[in-house]
């Protein structure tokens, strides 16, 4: 029986919990919003953006979407902002921002 | 597995090793996977396999690994997959496989593992004693101890329709004595392929990796309020795998005529004076025991073969039962300034907290391959009547066959 | 344990002397005997004395231990009489079984004062002359069941005939050597037997394994 881990959380008695804690589904990370512990907040100048896409992969949360060939706005329900993708763009489009609000 | 229509076999005499008899068995049962480094004195299992393999009479897949650790490893692997699983190793072998042994059972992987019991250097030796599988027995693995090689074979074949239950889904260790069983050729009884492979059945586990369209992931970091839970869903899984060996160990007897419990009971009904012993020398103890009885000495042996779960409450019943004096426990291990080895310490625990306060003395024998022998047994009674007479104090911990 | 033989085999690791105990476990489990058949392990070199031992009998067998009073002892390298004490706990009523060209008489001295009775069986003049090459075990294991009476002897060469078939599947012409070696150290250790104890097998007292499966 595939168990809705949506319904597990840490009120759960020991005999709701599935099987050495398996999980049974995919993408479960996008549940947890990890953007709540970002102190700087990542921001784009579209401007100064030439979309060359060399952010996107080094992001280690996958918090630079990108459709069609080209990026999109940040995933801020899950950016912790680490500020990696400041260093990767070469063109100083990206630029953090004191506190949590873009 | 079926337990109500059990397939019955023909009994197939025949003469071989503890270590040939459990490679027949994994002839049998062709699991789908077997990860293994070689080690004295369990070589001769993965060594037999792979030539099953190159004849072209299994099609297990053999992964040749540089050391124990990986081969644990790379049975969690297979078996998360969707494969049946199963190892082999003994001693230094077990030891390096610690960390893993640990996480296949957290992760519910009905892995086998067959242990030919070697001491742990040091001092370094390859004989046997119990140290590698006690030393293991907080893993949350069933372990399951045999007395030859025909009880080596038989558990073997149990293991997975235990393993691989709905209400366990743990690890399981299959256990006999190095050299002393698994190098002695004895007289068996095998059994036919087909009732063995009707008795095992077909792998079919619900959740695995390799199922496209039905993500799952195993394994995951665990938060400490999640961590204390999975633990005792863990634990309370090890408690249900009691009732499984015993239906498992019924259905074996409707298919072989051999049935299974957590221990055999040997001349116990009347018995004065009791042994609780695990392994090849509960053979020599009953030898011994139908000596002394021929001689008028009412003496019996309770044969462990179940040790995890531990048939606590069981063995507090056996001896309340039997209502005799006094009891000898046997370890074959030693646990340096523990409260006794690991038997003589969990079993009078058990006693006490079952309300049954027999006298007890725990006994260390046959460390590293010292031999233990029938004039031993006949020693260890006496020394019981004594010691229920009152004409010697019972000692805490005693060794046999110790130069003092 | 009751009709049990039990033998105990001594050799220097490479001679042999395990692979005999466990053939001699094959030919009489396929007599319809409970077998033992098992080595002592140590740190084994080619060379170093080894010990390995044999129970046969008609009962389940349990005992899990090596074995302090055999019926019978075999030793398969004569240079181990001076190093091992091979007849410690040797039945009076059983017998020793020595590999040597020498005879009983000139063997006797070196067994530490045993009264029982001793065969002699040049293996190695046997080996060499039949098989071309020193393979002690094959005439002592045929020693040895002519000593014990375990089988008769055509039902000890039919079984190992069956097993060398097998065994020599791929060069069958070293099937006929290795049977006139069984043959002729079978007789050699029956007449010693005969000799010994006016008896036409090796019968003893009391505790013959031939006499329990006549009266089985």
């Known amino acids: ?102 | 597995m079926s337990r109500e229509n059990v397939m019955k076999s023909r009994a197939i005499p025949e003469r071989m090793s503890g270590n040939e008899a459990v490679s027949f068995a994994i002839r049998q049962v062709n699991p789908d996977v077997m990860p293994a480094f070689p080690i004295t004195p369990s070589t001769e299992i993965p060594q037999m396999v792979s030539t099953f393999i190159a004849n072209g009479e299994i099609d297990t897949e053999f992964i040749p690994v540089e050391s124990e650790h990986s081969a644990m490893s790379a049975a969690i692997g297979a078996e998360a997959a969707g494969a049946r699983t199963m190892t082999a190793t003994s001693s230094a072998g077990l030891a390096l496989m610690w960390e893993e042994l640990l996480l296949a059972a957290s992760n519910r992987l009905p892995i086998v593992l067959t242990l030919v019991n070697r001491t742990l250097s040091g001092p370094i030796n390859i004989n046997c004693d119990h140290s590698d599988g006690m030393g293991a027995r907080d893993t949350g693995w069933i372990q399951i101890y045999a007395e030859n090689n025909q009880e080596a074979y038989d558990n073997y074949i149990q293991a997975f329709p235990i393993a691989e239950d709905p209400r366990v889904h743990l690890p399981v260790m299959i256990c006999q004595d190095g050299f002393i069983t698994s190098h002695a050729v004895e007289n068996i009884e095998l059994l036919e392929d087909a009732p063995v492979k009707a008795f095992v059945g077909e792998y079919e586990p619900e959740e695995f990796l390799l199922n496209p369209g039905k993500p799952v992931s195993v394994g995951p970091y665990s938060v400490s309020a999640y961590a204390m839970e999975a633990k005792k869903a863990q634990e309370a899984a090890m408690e249900r795998a009691g009732e499984v060996i015993l239906e498992v160990g019924e259905c074996f007897g409707k298919m072989s005529g051999r049935s299974y419990g957590f221990f055999e009971e040997y001349r116990t009904e009347d018995a004065e004076y009791l042994m609780i012993i695990m392994g090849s020398a509960a053979g020599t103890a009953k030898a011994a025991v139908d000596l002394l009885r021929e001689e008028g000495h009412k003496v019996g042996v309770l044969k462990l073969r179940v040790f995890r779960p531990f048939p606590e409450k069981e063995i507090a019943e056996a001896i309340s039962r039997s209502g005799c004096r006094a009891v000898a426990i046997m370890d074959r291990c030693e646990s340096y300034n523990g409260c006794s080895g690991p038997l003589g310490s969990e079993i009078p625990a058990g006693l006490y907290r079952n309300k049954v306060m027999t006298q007890t003395v725990n006994y260390i024998y046959g460390l590293a391959g010292r031999d233990f022998t029938v004039d031993h047994v006949r020693d260890i009674f006496a020394e019981l009547e004594e010691v229920a007479q009152g004409t010697m104090k019972a000692p805490n911990h005693k060794y046999i066959g110790l130069r003092e | 344990m009751k009709n049990t033989v039990e033998i105990r085999w001594h050799g220097r690791g490479g001679q042999g002397a395990k692979t005999a105990a466990l053939l001699l476990a094959d030919v009489a489990f396929k007599t319809g005997c409970c077998v033992q058949g098992f080595p002592e392990y140590g740190p084994e070199r080619m060379g170093a004395p080894i010990t390995a031992f044999n129970r046969i009998s008609e009962e389940k067998i349990r005992v899990h231990s090596n074995i302090y009073d055999p019926d019978y002892v075999v030793v398969v390298d004569e240079t181990l009489l001076h190093s091992v004490h091979v007849t410690d706990g040797l039945k009076e009523d059983g017998a020793i079984i020595v590999n040597t060209a020498k005879s009983a008489k000139e063997i006797r001295p070196l067994l530490r004062g045993y009264k029982g009775r001793v065969l002699t069986v040049d293996a190695r003049h046997i080996s060499e002359k039949m098989l071309g090459r020193n393979f002690p075990n094959t005439p002592m294991l045929a020693a040895t069941a002519a000593a014990t009476g375990i089988m008769s002897r055509e039902k000890f060469l039919r079984e190992m005939e069956a097993s060398f078939a097998h065994k020599f599947a791929k060069k069958p012409e070293v099937i006929r050597g290795n049977m006139a070696a069984l043959e002729m150290a079978y007789d050699k250790a029956e007449i010693d037997m005969m000799r010994t104890t006016g008896n036409s097998s090796g019968k003893k007292a009391g505790k013959s394994s031939k006499e329990m499966k006549r009266s089985a």
């Not at chain 1, 949360?61 to 069609?68: E, G, M, N």
């Not at chain 1, 260093?87 to 921002?97: D, E, H, L, R, Y």
């Open chain 1, 1 to 102: 029986m595939r168990t809705d881990i949506t319904k597990i959380n840490e009120r759960s008695p020991y005999t709701d919990l599935t099987e050495g804690l398996q999980l049974f589904a995919g993408g479960t990370s996008r549940l947890f919003g990890t953007g709540e512990w970002r102190t700087n907040t990542p921001v784009l100048d579209q401007d100064k953006c030439r979309q060359c896409l060399l952010c996107a992969p080094v992001c280690p949360d996958s918090c630079i979407p990108v459709k069609d060939g080209k990026r999109l706005c940040f995933d801020y329900e899950h950016c912790k902002g680490c500020g990696i993708c400041v260093k990767a763009c070469p063109f100083g489009a990206i630029t953090m921002k004191e506190g949590i609000e873009a």
